[in-house]
């Protein structure tokens, strides 16, 4: 078993081939970190890494310990207010007003298997042979609060989970004012930090930077994951590569408010917090109540950032994402936004289904439009009823010609928001956020519905069940176009205000569980003004998300790349559009946009009536192509080779399943004048002795790892020009 207790150390050691997770118990009761990294024996003590030694003046010792202070001591869930003056993991504050809290250790269990989290998204085990668990019990004996850590370690996988739940035990209520899911104190700050941040449509770019004395964060207080900062941080030592070196992982498991946080103090201890950010956040527990925080994955690595990112790949494709779409291929699909906007109506629709399916498209998406008095962005929000003006014949209509054309069918909607045009919001004003007495914003003419009321909850529910049940659907694009403000109810009762962002995540997570337990064949795609909402909390209901509504080739290079640190490729809804590109007015070549596209569930979202003969062609034989290597690019071991964000070119690798097939994406942005005279690829993590046929030549994985592929004009599609592309497709012999 994994997790091993020293009962005279009281030390709890998690470990496997690639990692080891210490914990001790302080002298105090409380919960100490003696060590996380790189394997270590289990059979030895760690208890020397607890450091203890006096200190000048400033520090708030234990009781009479001149060595004991929790200010320098590393915790596991640290406490503000008794000796420890840094951030915070929790605040309560108790019926009298006091925020102090003394939780001390009284039990444990070790056990095989991982618990799920009620009503919120995690990782699973599908076997108690793949994972054992390790939960610490303390208690507060002043409020009789209950608080258990819970750990699970996968046993085959650089893996940590972590989690927290508070149970009030004692009669008077409690507040809890900050509970973050992770706490962890490292002994040194020697790391830079990477963290995905942008806007909408350059969402998830890689930004790195030293890691120093202070607080660095970053956050949402969006209502969403946002697209300007990603719930995941990296901390890597200053000489770790793509394939070298130590890398810590943390990646929160929540689609709303977030904190990631690394306060390092004057003593260069580092610690990481991450959960529910508690700007405005308050929950009120009564006797016998309990609060479970979302879920942190940590993931260690020794062969850098392409080694933690293979892990999470595998992990939220393999025990994040759930139901029937988990292990299928996904279809090719046309998504006619681009193409139609709001201006369609049957004919333009079937006309660009019978396009589509003479390509060799298998899914053919409807999307903003069809419903309500859509027929621009003021109206028709939550009137999830089909517009008989554009469409006489109804979805059922569409769903049947879409079906005989032998495509399935697919459909875009945003049942989080409401329109003031709308029937939903004559009937029912007062279910949007809002105060009465506060003026109110708007965003794309539009309001966050308040999804934590049950009569909300129940309509919503109602509509959606009803659309699916009288339809014949196969894929849901779930959009959401803009954050939340002015978040009050008049319903919810003062004492309850700081809990809405929560309860409105809480029920999103149960409608999604509700509508996809009942219709389990639909392939859901979460959206949010692109990516918006681009997190593991929806992947675990949605197994892809649009990943930008910026669809720009070379735009995207970057975006892919640095989504690619956690998400793996077949999460990512990639799409060739039209040029000049509508966010842009970029012209990249055709076949360019398709091989940056390839990488992750692949699609068409561009007009495709108004396509040449020559460009119809080359489409219908790209699209050959990705049927008969599908798998490789859905399932495949993803590598990057060139960053976007250090050059103005970009290169990746997808290895199949069975290491046999290769491709590399090769991307050239601006022309060079005159430029080297030779430019060479090496390639990563192929068999070293193995043979590799690429265009009638073989060539040894070591020769193309060590030496690398001699890179020459012509191999670029349209060469001698900007933007070009080329997809080396080697196959192992």
């Known amino acids: ?214 607080c660095q964060s970053i956050y949402s207080l969006k209502g969403a994951s946002s697209a300007e900062h990603n719930p995941f941080l990296a901390l890597k030592r200053p000489q770790a590569t793509e394939d070298e070196g130590e890398v810590l992982g943390f990646s929160l498991i929540y689609s709303g408010n977030f904190l990631a946080q690394l306060d390092v103090t004057p003593y260069d201890q580092t610690r990481i917090s991450m959960g529910i950010h508690p700007l405005g956040f308050e929950w009120y527990l009564k006797k016998g109540e309990s609060f479970q925080t979302p879920e942190v994955v940590m993931v260690y690595s020794h062969l850098g950032l392409n080694g933690m990112s293979q892990v999470y790949h595998q992990l939220y494709r393999q025990r994040l994402a759930r139901g029937i779409w988990r292990d299928k291929e996904r279809p090719i699909l046309l998504n006619n936004w681009e193409a139609l906007t709001f201006d369609f109506n049957e004919t333009t629709i079937f006309s660009l289904a019978e396009k589509a399916a003479d390509l060799g498209i298998e899914l053919f998406v409807m999307d903003d439009g069809w419903f309500g008095q859509r027929n621009h962005d003021r109206a028709g929000l939550g009137d999830w009823t089909v517009n008989y003006d554009k469409l006489p014949h109804g979805l059922i209509g569409i769903s049947q010609k879409v079906h005989e054309l032998g495509m399935l069918f697919g459909l875009w909607i945003e049942p989080e928001m409401v329109n003031k045009d709308s029937q939903l919001y004559r009937e029912h004003p007062d279910w949007i956020f809002h105060h009465p007495a506060h003026s109110q914003t708007q965003g794309r003419h539009q309001y966050t519905l308040d999804l934590s009321r049950e009569d909300v909850y129940q309509n919503i529910y109602r509509q959606l069940h009803t659309l699916l049940t009288n339809h014949d659907i196969d894929y849901i694009k779930w959009d959401m176009n803009r954050y939340m403000t002015e978040v009050y ?53 949605a197994p892809q998300a649009w990943t930008s509504d910026d669809t720009d080739a070379y735009e995207r290079l970057k975006i892919q790349y640095g989504t690619s640190l956690i998400y793996p490729l077949i999460s990512m809804g990639n799409h060739v559009s039209e040029v000049p590109n509508q966010q842009l007015a970029r012209v990249t070549p055709l076949s360019t946009r398709t091989q940056v596209a390839y990488f992750g569930s692949f699609g068409y979202e561009l007009d495709l009536r108004k396509l040449d003969k020559g460009e119809l062609d080359l489409i219908k034989k790209e699209i050959a192509f990705y049927k008969n290597y599908r798998r490789v690019f859905q399932f495949g071991a993803f590598t990057r080779l060139i960053s976007p964000f250090e050059t103005s070119d970009t290169a990746w690798q997808v290895i199949s399943e069975d290491a046999c097939q290769v491709f590399v994406g090769l991307y050239r942005g601006l022309l060079k004048i005159n430029g080297p005279s030779y430019e060479r690829l090496r390639l990563k993590g192929l068999e070293a002795e193995a043979s590799y046929r690429l265009n009638n030549h073989i060539y040894l994985g070591s020769a193309l790892m060590n030496a690398g592929l001699v890179i020459k004009e012509e191999d670029y599609a349209g060469a001698y020009r900007d933007f070009t592309s080329v997809l080396y497709h080697l196959e192992k012999i």
Request: aromatic share 14%.
């Open 489 to 541: 109810s008049s319903y919810a009762g003062k004492e309850r205000q700081g809990e809405l962002f929560h309860r409105y995540i809480l029920n999103l997570y149960r409608l999604y569980e509700q509508l996809t337990s009942e219709f389990p064949h639909i392939l859901f795609e979460s959206c949010s003004s692109g990516g918006a909402r681009f997190d593991p909390g929806m992947l675990y209901y």
């Open 1 to 214: 078993m994994p997790i091993k207790y020293c009962k005279k150390e009281k030390e709890f050691h998690l470990y496997n081939d690639e990692l080891s997770y210490v914990i001790c118990l302080l002298p105090n009761g409380h919960v100490g970190n003696l060590y996380y990294g790189k394997r270590l024996s289990e059979k030895m003590s760690y208890s020397y890494l607890l450091e203890k030694r006096q200190r000048p003046l400033t520090a708030c010792v234990y009781e009479d310990d001149d060595e004991f202070s929790l200010e320098h001591t590393r915790q596991e869930y640290a406490a503000y207010g008794n000796g420890d003056m840094a951030l915070p993991a929790f605040e309560i504050k108790s019926d009298d007003g006091s925020r102090l809290s003394h939780f001390v250790f009284y039990d444990y269990a070790i056990f095989k298997g991982k618990p799920k989290l009620s009503g919120l998204p995690h990782t699973y085990a599908e076997s108690d042979q793949e994972a054992t668990s390790l939960e610490l019990y303390l208690r507060d004996s002043v409020s009789e609060t209950e608080l258990c850590l819970t750990y699970t370690i996968y046993e085959n996988r650089a893996v940590i989970t972590r989690n927290a739940r508070f149970t009030q035990r004692g009669e008077k209520p409690i507040c809890l004012k900050r509970a973050l899911s992770l706490c962890l104190d490292l002994p040194d700050k020697d790391y830079d930090w990477l963290h995905l941040d942008g806007a909408w449509g350059r969402e998830r770019h890689i930004e790195c930077s030293k890691l120093h004395q202070g």
